[in-house]
């Protein structure tokens, strides 16, 4: 081939140090971009005619110059970087982020810059859907993999079935008895009511009640509780009570339930009467414009003849305090009102918490990630977005933070994996090796201008 084999060399060398270049400039404008994975190209030599030898063990083959055998990308871990955003997700170890178009197409993604659009989608920048595990009404995953949805609905009130307290009753209160005229009006006759409480029920409309609870101790070890309750529109209906002189039109106080507790000699619970309802029914509460007989336990805690040792709940012991003989510890019911989904809250194992404005917590979806055997495989299509490829193997579906997968961090995106440093230096490589290649074109030009010179 002689002399001109070397343009082709060079030329070679040429293509094969800009696409280089191409590579290294692309990594350094992706330096900032969320989730962005830096990639090489490799080289490999090129060889041509045999000179001499006839293809024996001493024939010298004549280089033809260098080719780009690859771009290869590289999963490094990038250094997570914290927002206020929090649904921006991050993922800490193996994995990607699965992601859907409207028409069904799957893609991965290591950027986890996510948010919730008018129909509650979780999508990021480009309107792709997050896929994971929904779960359903009641806050149970399904275990199938959709696209991710927070509910826009709101959550349906739960009417109180439970009302739990502990703490103590003191143990030096009087002894007072008191008559059903009396207890509608607590506070005329406060003395007679050492201890009291109140807590806020709800109907089967999700309404709240405030429930007055009124303590007095009967004879010795032996108190007794009333309940109370405001009659009329939205409150209770004071006509299925039962007597009709278990409501007071001036206080507009209603006597909806009692029961009785009954201490051993030590304080402790030694028993709890049946809870005695005044409906018409007796078996319940009836509240305005709900489900009629709502049945509401009072639980003081397990009593001795229930099994326990009486000291879990509410004990008669020691003195009052601030003049109340009722001294709680805890105060809790089971029921609550409507609600709308005010926050979330996301886990290291993708779970996600929605916070309702009424007080509760529900499970919503949780994110799920995928693996593949050789992720290099994986081929970038933009906009962070890979595909599957036969090279990457089949996709692996698993629950973050098991296994192999690597755990998910809420507020929190990943950040290039680009080495500034290592680029620049890579560049100054590439530059040197292109002004190289051009040189040889143009020391080999000058070569054959002398051959062409000798024929003159």
């Known amino acids: 081939m002689g002399i001109t084999s070397a343009f082709f060399a060079a030329t070679s060398g040429i293509n094969a140090t800009s696409r280089a270049l191409s ?12 989730g962005y994975k830096s990639r090489s190209v490799s080289f490999g030599d090129l060889f041509g005619a045999t000179i001499g030898g006839g293809g024996t063990s001493t024939a010298l083959v004549e280089g033809r110059g260098v080719r780009v055998l690859g771009i290869d990308p590289s999963f490094t871990q990038g250094s997570l970087q914290t927002t206020s955003n929090a649904l921006d997700l991050a993922i800490d170890g193996d994995g990607f982020f699965r992601v859907s178009d409207a028409t069904g197409n799957i893609f991965y993604s290591r950027a986890g810059q996510f948010d919730i659009d008018s129909q509650g989608n979780l999508v990021n920048p480009a309107g792709l859907r997050l896929q994971g595990d929904q779960a359903d009404d009641t806050g149970l995953l399904t275990g199938s993999i959709g696209n991710l949805t927070l509910t826009t609905s709101t959550q349906p009130g ?46 089967s409309l999700g309404i709240g ?43 507009n106080n ?3 339930a009692e029961g009785t507790l009954t201490y051993t000699a030590d304080g402790f619970l030694d028993s709890e009467s ?55 510890d805890t105060l809790s019911q089971d029921g609550y009102g409507p609600g709308s989904l005010a926050g979330t809250s996301i886990g290291e ?25 050789n992720p290099d495989g994986l081929q970038p299509i933009g906009r962070n977005l890979f595909i599957q490829s ?38 100054i490589t590439m530059q040197r090796g292109f ?21 003159r």
């Open 274 to 328: 049946a809870v005695t309802y005044f409906n018409t029914a007796g078996d319940g509460i009836d509240f305005d414009k709900a489900t009629p007989a709502q049945p509401i336990t009072f639980d003081f805690g397990t009593s001795i003849t229930e099994g326990g040792a009486g000291t879990d709940g509410l004990l008669q012991q020691g003195t009052s305090l601030n003049q109340n003989a009722l001294v709680l």
């Open 254 to 256: 209603a006597l909806v």
């Open 435 to 455: 002004q190289a290649n051009s040189r040889i074109i143009t020391t080999t030009n000058d070569l054959l201008g002398e051959l062409v010179n000798l024929a």
């Open 158 to 203: 739960v009417q109180t079935l439970d009302v739990a307290m502990s703490g103590r009753l003191a143990a030096d209160a009087s002894v007072n008895t008191y008559t059903t005229a009396q207890v509608l009006d607590p506070i005329t006759n406060k003395g007679l009511f050492p201890g009291n409480t109140s807590v806020r029920v709800f109907d």
């Open 390 to 427: 036969g090279d990457s193997g089949t996709p692996l579906d698993g629950v973050p933070g098991t296994g192999a997968f690597g755990k998910v961090s809420a507020s929190t995106l990943e950040a290039s994996n680009v080495d500034l440093g290592e680029e620049l230096v890579n560049m």
């Open 349 to 373: 194992d993708g779970v996600i918490t929605g916070r309702f404005d009424n007080g509760t917590t529900r499970t919503l979806g949780q994110v799920r990630l995928t693996r593949f055997i």
């Open 209 to 251: 009640h405030d429930l007055q609870i009124y303590f007095a101790q009967t004879a010795d070890n032996v108190w007794k509780y009333s309940v109370l309750a405001q009659g009329g529109t939205n409150g209770v209906d004071t006509t299925t009570l039962v007597p009709s002189t278990n409501y007071d039109s001036n206080t």
């Open 23 to 34: 590579e290294i400039g692309n990594n350094i404008a992706n330096a900032q971009t969320i």
